[in-house]
């Protein structure tokens, strides 16, 4: 991990320091050492004062003096001149101009994050995926295997991109499932102001490609508000899906507000498309401003699933992966001890008792688990790829030297999400549907393909989070929340190859960089007062592999898993495993363990019983915590919490049993739409039939993998229910519409008797039925976490084969008009 020249010295330091700093370091030094005074200063109330020797590198502007700049409170205060009495502009002399700069030597900052990642997956922290990117930069800088995370998605990216625990940004889980509750509400306050916010006031160019899943779906529609959309969050550009998932062959993208449609392209792959989308912007802002540093989110919907992902990744992994998931996880471990990224002592801890034995599954098991996995895998290695692809572009400008990368490998732990046998279809995790083995070995050919929306079986996730026994939503374990890091920054950071073992959380990032920048922490941001950073800088950490932790209390919670670290010490209580339909327990009743980090990486020896005292005083700790940033109440509710009117949180369509809407709407999704779930409707649609005979769709919902459609096929129409990907029922007229105006309407009798429930749907022309038939299953929770709905065409993916998805969907005669209603 090091060479003998970068051994510390009995002072903790590297015998690097010793040498003489260049020029860039000497300038990053000046600036650290401004940034921890001003950000002392601005907490204090006092107006900062630079050192005279840091002044000219804090400049706002190189020709405003430097005691009018104050950086605490953003945007920049222009400096107000006096009047200007003078007649003649040749006789007068222009004030100076005011500009808005960065700090002299302020890096360019690139922070890519993975998602759904575990500690024991990349190659970097001894996993068995191949990742040379994440390898190259960790051997060129810094890598962490302290770095934690907090088991979620959307929790984690805003903790991230504010610097504030999940709660204080009222991100308690993911938007989807926000409720009424302070810390729950999936509203960001504005006392929390975005990192890039801060960035972009203080002269930074930024951007964001990727994930974004920080932005309430009740604003994701034309009427938003939009003012947690990416681009009023301080990203100047935004590219990328808004929602916690999409499909990487037909994505639902946005270029800031505004719907992307995707080239019709086979080899089309999102990953690709963004990182293409990167590359360009960082060259065009280089190129148009060289002297001003970006700032680049990269947020990869890779390894979310579905794992999509071109044969020629994943087949590099054929057979890797025959052995199963226990020998993996041996394998790994004994990798992660010969790297050193976890302490020689280190054993595997028990795996959860419902995942089976490798050896005990039947060989149709070990063929279809494998194949998952070797899926999952190419996604991670091209993912990886793309990263580097951007390096690599960074690089050929010249500007790595001066670039702090960031490479988060996992927002989260691995997901088992899948189950117990995984799923060619995770739209029907989401809507409580079991897939079975046989049904999903037919689709194995295509497995990763465009056919398919796939997730592996929850024993690889529990394999890919080793040396921990946890996963994903489990935020009290490290299987969740564990996730490993690499910083590299030549200017900044001296070492090369070496390991941090400090505890740190999503939060210290936003501080680092901001002291990285040589910026102080702004009290008021767009005239709102601001929370303080709750995590802390790990800068103290580039130089001195020995210093010790910062930060020293984190607490942890998700859907009532929760645990609290402080000082070493990790009390924990394991409320629900992402497989489990219920809590094992009730809040009050939790079982809770206590473990010693310091010597017991993997947490294995629980010393509860041992120190019963030392847990009280931790469990009582949580609750302080717990207090002061709005975790409580603590909401473990299931499937409530999908419908918008049980959690309490906003719905567009709140009170509503009608919707008229017009052709040319199209992406409407589906928390911006009235909900037809689980309840009768009818669908009454004015149109005009074309004198050849129209075809093509009137209105869809979802897509491939979930869905129903209203359309017409030669002149006739019909209605196709897609139950989950598994199932099409499809109720279709004989007869022609007659040319002219017409009333089309399906009537939909819902069974009742609970959600997801079949019923009638009876199809009707000008008030005579033409077609009937029994819809058995329809989805009870979700159609598609990335497809909306669609009025004149069935955009993105096909709820049917019947029609072609996109633009050759269009209706090829008139919409006047359709009414949905709900009863």
Known sequence: MSNDR?????????????????????????????????????????????????????????????????????????????????????????????????????????????????????????????????????AEGLRYNNFNVNALCSPTRVALLTGRNHHTNNAGAVMEIATGFPGNSGQRPNSVAPLAEMLRLNGYSTAAFGKYHETPPWEVSVSGPFDRWPTRSGFDKFYGFIGGETNSWAPLLYDGTARVEIPRDPNYHFMTDMTSRAINWARSQQSLTPEKPFFLYFSAGATHAPHHVAKEW?????????????????????????????????????????????????????????????????????????????????????????????????????????????????????????????????????????????????????????????????????????????LRWPNGIRAKGELRTQF?????????????????????????????????SMAYTFADRAAKSRHTTQYFEIIGNRAIYHDGWFARTIHK???????RATLENDVWE???????????????????????????????????????????????????????????????????????????????????????????????????????????????????????????????YNWVGLQLYTVASSVPLPPGKSTIKLDFAYDGGGRGKGGRATLSVNGTTVAEGRVENTNANIFSADEGTDVGMDDDTAVTDVYEAGLPSRFTGKIDKIVVEVR
Request: hydrophobic fraction near 40%; charge should be negative.
């Open 577 to 583: 495993a992402p497989w489990e339909p219920r809590p």
């Open 314 to 486: 994943s087949d590099k992994y054929k057979g890797r992966f025959d052995a199963g998931w226990d020998k993996y996880r041996e394998e790994t471990l004994a990798r992660q001890i010969s790297l050193g990224v976890v302490p020689p002592d280190t054993k595997l801890a028990p795996k959860p008792e419902a995942i089976k034995d490798w050896d005990s599954l039947s060989a149709d098991e070990k063929r279809l688990f494998a194949r998952q996995m070797e899926v999952y895998a190419g996604c991670a290695e091209q993912a990886d790829h793309e990263v580097g692809r951007l390096v690599k572009a960074i690089d050929d400008m010249g500007a790595m030297d001066n670039t702090l990368i960031i490479y988060i490998a996992g927002d989260n732990g691995a997901s088992a999400e899948g189950g117990m046998v995984g799923m060619f279809n995770e739209m029907t995790f989401f809507n409580g549907v079991q897939e079975n083995v046989a049904d999903q070995l037919k689709n194995l050919d295509n497995w990763g393909g465009p056919t398919t929306f796939p997730h592996y079986a929850a024993g690889w996730a529990i394999a890919g989070n080793a040396p921990f026994a946890w996963a994903k939503q489990v935020a009290s374990d490290f299987g969740g929340t564990r996730n490993g890091m690499v």
């Open 594 to 720: 206590l473990f010693d980090t310091s010597s017991d990486f993997s947490l294995v020896n629980n010393l509860a019983a041992q120190q019963p005292n030392k847990l009280r005083e931790m469990q009582a700790l949580f609750m302080t915590e717990a207090r002061k940033y709005n975790v409580l109440p603590i909401d473990d509710r299931g499937v409530e919490r999908f419908d918008a009117s049980l959690a309490g949180r906003p719905d567009l369509m709140a009170g509503r049993t009608t919707l008229t809407v017009y052709d040319g709407m199209v992406g409407m999704m589906e928390n911006a739409f009235i909900n037809v779930k689980n309840r009768s409707k009818a669908i009454t649609a004015e149109v005009e039939n074309s004198s050849s005979g129209a075809s093509g769709v009137i209105l869809a919902q979802g897509g491939r993998f979930g869905g129903w459609s209203l359309y017409v096929k030669d002149g006739k129409p019909a209605y196709a």
């Open 504 to 536: 740190h959380h999503v939060t210290d990032l936003a501080p680092t960089i901001m002291e990285a920048a040589g910026l102080p922490f702004p009290t008021s941001v767009n005239g709102t007062v601001q929370k303080p950073f709750e995590g802390v």
């Open 6 to 138: 970068n051994e510390p010295d009995v002072s903790g330091r590297s015998a690097a320091d010793s040498a003489p700093k260049s020029e860039g370091l000497k300038r990053r030094d000046m600036l650290l050492s401004s940034s921890t005074f001003l950000a002392a200063s601005a907490l204090s109330g006092a107006t900062p004062t630079l050192p005279a020797h840091a002044q000219q590198s804090v400049a706002a502007s190189s020709v405003v003096p430097q005691a009018e700049i104050n950086r605490t409170v953003l945007p920049i205060q222009e400096p107000v001149h006096a009047p200007i009495t003078e007649l003649n502009a040749r006789n007068a002399t222009a004030p100076p101009r005011f500009e808005i700069k960065a700090p002299r030597g302020a890096p360019n900052v690139v922070i890519v994050m993975l998602d759904d990642m575990g500690f024991g997956q990349p190659s970097t922290f001894g996993g068995g995926i191949a990742m040379p990117t994440l390898d190259r930069l960790a």
